[in-house]
């Protein structure tokens, strides 16, 4: 089971924060999700906005990758060129072979916010992808059935998402997001808006849904200790104008739960984590200081 | 202490609801005092009575039900006609910026125009006709109604059309239901507005010349100096748009379902 957890191919000595293989695994064949040279603008009342500024990357077949940054990097603006929501100014996403120019049922997408129907039961709301794509209404709701019991709330599969506390909102947005057997997850701050207990038992049931369903999943926080708990790769994002500073591979073993966070192998890598963003925010700061 | 809080309380409550339950009954009863003392001339101030009687024999000759069917029509199927323009071009304005930017100048333009300024040209393009009432009806709805929708629209929360897009969501559902349910706590509230607009629009329809309805009959009555008719025939045109209105709430409480 453990085995099965680490990428063979992205061998790392446990334990200690190392910077992962650089360039070449962003042209090898096999990444399902590879980034090249991308740049988003926004045009604004005043100009324009850069929000990712010329980024690489790729994600391997069932790997797990964090992207970390402070809040307006632009991490949600790069997950969303790999949604397929945002079209690239320059450069050029491709998931499973493909340019992503528009949103695809073989991504999924959890947002911070649940974004349930709210008009739709508990059991409808995750139904709603595979009848979107031509399922049967049997076959979706067995497929819904399926994931209810699997997110623990079949209590709750005919309740109105406004009846549902916050937790369990975005735990059925995430079955909802997996009824479509995505090939991809992408995940948006997905735990951001939960209370602190709430959101160590929603990444102790991430850890274990992950080791059910076959997605490779890229993960957007701030939370350093929420990246390295959940992830294989912790990508470091600096202040905007959004770039990636730092790949850097997380040697724990697997299976993990929040007990880890205590762990002192997993301290000395949250400090080195940490040290490393504290650097990079003073150098982002004293060079807006400089300009301003 | 707090019982004697509470009795007062209720005291106080119930005070209020008998003093509900008489206010229409008293005040039926000082009109028909006054109408009786010859205080005032009973000809253009007829009693309760009086009214009650003409609303009988309006009764009894058999005209009242085909005022009302008449009057029923006009306003139901004026209204289905503006809801259903209102709500499909709404949507399509709401959610494609080419459509409104034809669209929405020209209904901003038209929208504020009262519709009763309307029954000369209406006259003009059909008669006497009944098309004529129910475009003056229509006419009143359609701009209510079209712009809730439009409105509804483009509040509808960005963050579900993003979630059904991921999903796999086709164009055509997008429209028919997470937009269109997005909207529809507006659309209910503009459609609410838009039944107290049918019935104005009704009233200069039928003013402007019928062979039949409820404020036909009032037109009618007061060319012969039938003022207890005249007054009967506005009890029934209140009675009816309360009806209208107070079961349309009840409606539109159950069409947003979830919430
Ligand atoms: N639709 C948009 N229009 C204009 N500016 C935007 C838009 N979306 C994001 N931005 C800007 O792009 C930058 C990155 O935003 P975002 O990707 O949301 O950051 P993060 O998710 O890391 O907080 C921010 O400066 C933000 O203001
Ligand atoms: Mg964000």
């Known amino acids: 089971m453990v085995a099965m957890m680490y990428n063979p191919l992205r061998p790392t000595p446990p334990l200690r924060l190392v910077d992962a293989a650089p360039e070449p695994s962003s042209t090898a064949p096999e990444a399902i999700i590879r980034v090249e040279d991308l740049s988003i603008v926004f045009d604004v009342p005043r100009g324009e906005v850069i929000a990712v500024d010329r980024v690489s990357l790729a994600v391997m077949p069932g790997e797990f990758v964090s992207l970390v940054g402070p809040s307006g990097c632009g991490k949600s603006t790069l997950l969303n060129a790999m949604a397929g929501l945002e079209r690239p100014f320059e450069g050029e996403v491709m998931v499973a072979g493909k340019p992503m120019l528009s949103p695809r049922p073989d991504i999924g997408m959890v947002f911070q916010q649940p974004h349930l129907f709210p008009w739709k039961s508990v059991r409808r709301n995750i139904a709603h992808g595979p009848r979107a794509l031509g399922k049967s209404k049997t076959e979706a709701l067995r497929i819904a059935d399926d994931l209810i019991d699997m997110i623990g709330l079949t209590k709750f599969a005919n309740a109105y998402p406004h009846t549902l506390s916050g937790g369990m909102q975005q735990r059925v947005a995430i079955a909802r997001a997996l009824a479509n057997q995505p090939r991809v997850l992408l995940m948006d701050e997905p735990f951001g808006a939960l209370d602190a207990q709430t959101r160590a038992v929603m990444q102790d049931n991430l850890l274990e849904l992950r080791d059910r369903i076959n997605a490779t999943i890229v993960f957007v926080t701030h939370d350093i200790d929420e990246a390295i708990l959940l992830s294989d790769r912790v990508l470091i994002m600096s202040a905007g104008p959004g770039r990636i500073l730092r790949d850097l591979s997380v040697g724990l073993p697997r299976p993990r739960s929040s007990a880890i966070l205590t762990d002192p192998a997993y301290l000395a890598l949250k400090r080195d984590c940490l040290d490393l963003i504290r650097t990079e925010g003073r150098k982002a700061f004293e060079q807006m200081e400089a300009v301003t | ?259």
């Open chain 2, 1 to 259: 202490m707090s019982t004697g809080r509470h009795n007062r309380a209720t005291t106080a409550g119930r005070l209020s609801v008998l003093v509900g339950a008489l206010s229409v009954p008293a005040f039926v009863g000082v009109w028909e005092l006054i109408a009786r003392s010859r205080i005032v001339n009973a000809v253009l101030f007829p009693p309760p009575s009086t009214v009650a009687v003409a609303v009988l024999d309006w009764i009894h000759s058999g005209q009242f039900f085909g005022d009302l069917s008449a009057s029923l029509f006009r306003v139901t199927v004026g209204f289905l006609i503006g809801t259903a323009g209102g709500i499909m071009l709404g949507v399509l304005t709401g959610r494609f910026r080419l459509v409104s930017s034809l669209l929405s100048p020209l209904f901003h333009i038209l929208r504020p125009i009262p519709p009763i300024a309307f029954v000369p040209i209406v006259i003009l393009w059909f008669g006497l006709s009944e098309a004529g009432k129910l475009f003056l009806v229509v006419w009143g709805v359609f701009f209510t109604v079209w712009l809730a929708t439009h409105i509804g629209v483009q509040k509808v929360d960005r963050g579900l059309v993003r979630a059904a897009l991921m999903l796999g969501t086709p164009r055509r559902q997008m429209l028919s239901e997470i937009i269109l349910l997005g909207a529809l706590p507006y659309i209910v509230v503009g459609l609410r507005t838009a039944v107290s607009i049918s019935f104005y629009t009704l009233v200069a329809a039928e003013l402007a010349g019928a062979f039949a309805g409820i404020v036909y009959r009032i037109e009618i009555a007061q060319q012969n100096m039938q003022t207890g008719q005249v007054m009967g025939g506005l009890a029934a045109l209140g009675l009816l748009s309360f009806v209208a209105d107070r079961s349309f709430a009840a409606i539109a409480e159950r069409a947003v379902w979830w919430r």
